[in-house]
Structures are given as structure tokens and as C-alpha cells.
């Protein structure tokens, strides 16, 4: 079941890199989290960890369900551009992710003896780590660089409760605190691009 | 062997009922008094009376084109996976060979809107082409790599295995897998994202355009090739990515496949209707995405071994 749900994560991550629509890009951003915090309660009741079923179900709550709607009525508020066409070509793109995984894939090998416990996870997430840079990459609005930057701290996240067996919970909170802080941080900056405009 | 032939005669009668059950699920949900499930048949028997009309223009192609359509779906209908336990199946037929058979009946398809020798026609099988040239290589790869899962690589062999010891561990692949068959079948079946089977405008139309000129029993013919089309790469995404009920008593688990076909059009429905039709620039795109899943289902199972 944590494969599948490792799957969707992945598969939700590279079809958000050729969406050219900014609310369907918020829907994969919300699917992708929603199995993280799937993953999240999965792993956590496998280890039986309190602390990561709490972290899963914050991450469902903030990151699934709050993250996409504020972003949504933010867009709304100062009329985001709602077409937002990936600056890479979709034929690079098509070779790029590709390339990008089987490098990764190679790259997480010589960490992958060291971790003895769902260590094909580890790979997939410094790959969806690499893809959600892409995503930065291949936009030129900022809404979609915006979730580009969530993306990642949702492969980091991946990270952390696959390679650890549970991290603490004061470093998640931390992290969902970040993690608020920067919508606040981008929700002046979008304050100010009105101004100017 | 009674249920091999069986399932065989009820996949072909199940197949027109499909694309009606799709249209019904689609005006149900836009508010429209929904189609009878019967409609299918009502528009073959209403064909065959018609009275056949062959243009002037057209070669002997327009003649036997149809029965070369219908021919090779009808010839794979016979290599697919076993619905139930203690069925025949066949267990040689590979990836190749279903693919090759496809792409040989949408071969005289193109040939029969050729002939026509309308502007119509040869638009319709030029956009045809270009779309068939782009689903044959993701299909291979999908194909293969769910037969790599299955460790065999007969189609009829791998449902078998498939079903038996499902994959739990390479659970990953499997489901790249089944995304890049699904853009597949939506592709190959000419449903709404790529193409609309049910308008006649200009912009929209690939099937449409090419059996334009067709009427009464050759347009019947047609038209329950693709249906059957629908329902092979239907029966194939049951078999082989929704491998459950294999094992159950023979009535019951064709009564189980059969709700799983149900299950697909479904699926299919609710995506026609919530999405626009693409350009055909954009399918490229779509169908390069289909290629990512299935390249990444291979080099998933192959280096990590999910």
C-alpha cells in the first residue's frame, strides 16, 4: 500500500509539470500532499509513532486542504494570470524527467545500502526533490514557482519520514511554521506587486 | 473451453451496451434524460436496413476496407487474458502481436478514409495516423513492463500470473503502469480529450471524418469495430491492472469482470465529461506524458525494484 501511495506521489508531481492551468496545478499540488499525509499516517502506524500520525494529519489539514485554497482565493483576489505555459517545451520536458529520475535513481544507490528500511523511498523523494525544481524552473509567474517551493518542502518531508524512523515532532512543527510564514511572506509580496502595478 | 468461447461471445455483445452505458452516465450527469443501454443495437439493426450507397469515386478499397477493420479486433478478442480460472487462454500472443493487430485494422481505416476522395476523409486519416504513430511506442512499453512484473511475456500468461501472486512489492511500476494505459485507451478509443466521437464539426473530428462517406451495412460494420475496440483495451486494463476476482466461481467472476468494465467506462465518462476537448498541437503533449509513465514503470522496477 506505501508503494502505491509512493506511486501517486511521484505520478501527481510529474503531471503538475505539464499542466499549463493554475487551479489544476493547485489540484495535483493537493493530491500530492494528500498522499504525503497518507504516507505519513501509513509509516507512522507501521512504527507506531504518535508523533508522525499527528504530522500526518496536520499535513492533510494544512497542506491538502488549506495551502491550495488560500493560494486559489489569493489568485482570485489579484487576478493571477490562470494560464501559466511551462517555459521548457513539453518535448524536452518529456526527455528531461526521465533523465532526471534514472540520475537520481543511480545517485540515491551508494545512501540506499546504508538505510535499511524502505530505502527505495529515499530515492524517489531527492528525485521529486529534483522535479520540483524543474517546476520552479520551467515557469516564469510566480504561482506556479510558489508551488514549485511547496513541492520541494514536500519531497524534504518525504524525506525525513522515510529515511529517519520519525523525526522529532518539534522539527515538523517547526517546519509547518516555515511553512506558514512563507504564504505570509507571499502574500505581502503579492501586496506589493499590486502596488506597483 | 466453453468458457473461453464464453466470455468471448459476451465481450462481443457487452460492446456496443459499454458505449451506450458511457453516453447514459455522460447526459446523466450534464442533467439530460439519459439513452437506453440498448441503443448500441437499435442504431446496428436500424443500419443494416438501410440501403448501402458507395460513392463513384471510390475504388474497390470501400468494399472489403470494413471486414479488414472489424477482422484483426475480432482475431484479438481471442488472445486475451482468461476471465476465470480453468479457462483456455492463449499463451504465446506478446505485446507486439496485439499492437500489431491494432494498428493493422486502424491501417485500413485510414485506407477506407483515403478512398473516399473527399478532403474530409484524408484529413481525418492523416490526423489518425499521426495519433496512432504516437500511442504504438508507450503501448509496447507498457505492455512490456506490466508483462516484466507479471514474468511472462504472453499477454494471456501474464493476466494468469497477475492474478495469482499480485505484485505487492513493485506496486509502484504497476501504477505508472496503469496511468500511461489509461491515456492510451482514452487515445486509441478517440474519447473526449483527444477526440470527440460525437460531433460531425470539422476541428473535432478524427474517427468521424474518415467514415464519413460510409452508409448502411458498411457504417454498421464500422461502427461495432470501435466498439469492440473499446471493449478489448477495456478487458485488457482489467486483466491486467485490476487483477482481482480472477479466482472466484466461474459465473460469478465474469459477473465481477463484467463490473469492471462498467467500472472503466465509468471512469471514462466522468473524464469526458470534466474536461475540454485538446488541440491536436496539444495531443503530443498528452501522449508524451503517457510515454513518461511508462518509461518511468520500467525504470522503476528495473533499479529499484518497486
Redesign the interface.
Known amino acids: 500500500?506505501i508503494?502505491?501511495l509512493?506511486?501517486?506521489f511521484?505520478?501527481s508531481l510529474?503531471?503538475a509539470l505539464?499542466t499549463t492551468r493554475l487551479y489544476r496545478l493547485l489540484l495535483w499540488y493537493s493530491l500530492n500532499s494528500f498522499t504525503l499525509g497518507l504516507l505519513a499516517l501509513g509509516i507512522g502506524r507501521s512504527i507506531d509513532d504518535n508523533a508522525m500520525i499527528i504530522t500526518g494529519i496536520i499535513t492533510i489539514v494544512i497542506k491538502a486542504i488549506a495551502i491550495p485554497y488560500v493560494l486559489k482565493n489569493l489568485s482570485q483576489k489579484f487576478h493571477f494570470v490562470r494560464q501559466i505555459t511551462p517555459e521548457i517545451k513539453?518535448?524536452y520536458?518529456?526527455m528531461l524527467?526521465?533523465a532526471i529520475?534514472?540520475f537520481t535513481?543511480?545517485l540515491s544507490e551508494p545512501i540506499v545500502h546504508m538505510i535499511h528500511t524502505n530505502a527505495?523511498y529515499v530515492?524517489?523523494s531527492i528525485s521529486s526533490l529534483f522535479l520540483s525544481l524543474l517546476l520552479m524552473m520551467e515557469h516564469k509567474n510566480v504561482a506556479p514557482k510558489i508551488i514549485g517551493f511547496l513541492s520541494m518542502e514536500n519531497a524534504l518531508f518525504l524525506l525525513g519520514i522515510t529515511a529517519t524512523d520519525g523525526m522529532p515532532m518539534l522539527v515538523e512543527l517547526g517546519i509547518f511554521f516555515d511553512l506558514l510564514m512563507a504564504i505570509v511572506v507571499i502574500n505581502l509580496l503579492f501586496h506589493k506587486e499590486e502596488l506597483r502595478v | 473451453m466453453i468458457y473461453y468461447f464464453g466470455t468471448i461471445f459476451v465481450l462481443v455483445l457487452i460492446a456496443p451496451i459499454l458505449l451506450s452505458y458511457i453516453k447514459a452516465t455522460k447526459m446523466l450527469l450534464l442533467f439530460k434524460r439519459p439513452i437506453s443501454l440498448l441503443q448500441g443495437y437499435r442504431n446496428f439493426s436500424k443500419l443494416l436496413q438501410k440501403e448501402t450507397i458507395i460513392s463513384e469515386e471510390s475504388s474497390a478499397v470501400t468494399r472489403w476496407a470494413p471486414f479488414l477493420v472489424l477482422s484483426p479486433l475480432l482475431v484479438i478478442l481471442f488472445f486475451l487474458p482468461p476471465v476465470t480460472q480453468g479457462a483456455y487462454y492463449v499463451s504465446f500472443v506478446d505485446a507486439f502481436t496485439i499492437t500489431g493487430l491494432i494498428s493493422l485494422s486502424t491501417f485500413f481505416l485510414m485506407l477506407l478514409g483515403l478512398d473516399s476522395a473527399s478532403a474530409f476523409g484524408g484529413m481525418g486519416s492523416s490526423r489518425e495516423s499521426f495519433i496512432a504513430a504516437l500511442v504504438e511506442p508507450a503501448m509496447v512499453l507498457t505492455i512490456f513492463s506490466v508483462s516484466l512484473m507479471a514474468g511472462n511475456l504472453g499477454i494471456g500468461q501474464a493476466g494468469v500470473n497477475l492474478a495469482e501472486h499480485f505484485p505487492k512489492e513493485h506496486m509502484a511500476s504497476f501504477l505508472f503502469a496503469g496511468i500511461s494505459f489509461f491515456i492510451l485507451l482514452i487515445a486509441e478509443n478517440g474519447r473526449i480529450p483527444v477526440d470527440n466521437p460525437e460531433t460531425h464539426l470539422e476541428l473535432t473530428m478524427v474517427h468521424e471524418a474518415m467514415i464519413l462517406d460510409l452508409t448502411g451495412v458498411y457504417l454498421a460494420i464500422i461502427e461495432s469495430a470501435a466498439s469492440i475496440k473499446f471493449v478489448i483495451f477495456a478487458s485488457l486494463f482489467a486483466s491486467l491492472f485490476i487483477p482481482f476476482g480472477y479466482g472466484l466461481i466461474a459465473p460469478l467472476a465474469i459477473g465481477v469482470f463484467i463490473l469492471k468494465l462498467f467500472l472503466i467506462a465509468t471512469l471514462v465518462a466522468i473524464l469526458e465529461v470534466n474536461t475540454a476537448k485538446l488541440r491536436l498541437f496539444k495531443i503530443p503533449n498528452l501522449l508524451g506524458l503517457s510515454i513518461v509513465f511508462a518509461f518511468l514503470s520500467l525504470i522503476t522496477f528495473y533499479v529499484l525494484g518497486a
Do not use: E, K
Request: net charge negative.
Open positions: 500500500m508503494d502505491f509512493i506511486g501517486l511521484l505520478a510529474i503531471v505539464f513539453v518535448q520536458a518529456i524527467v526521465p529520475l534514472v535513481f543511480y527505495n530515492a524517489v
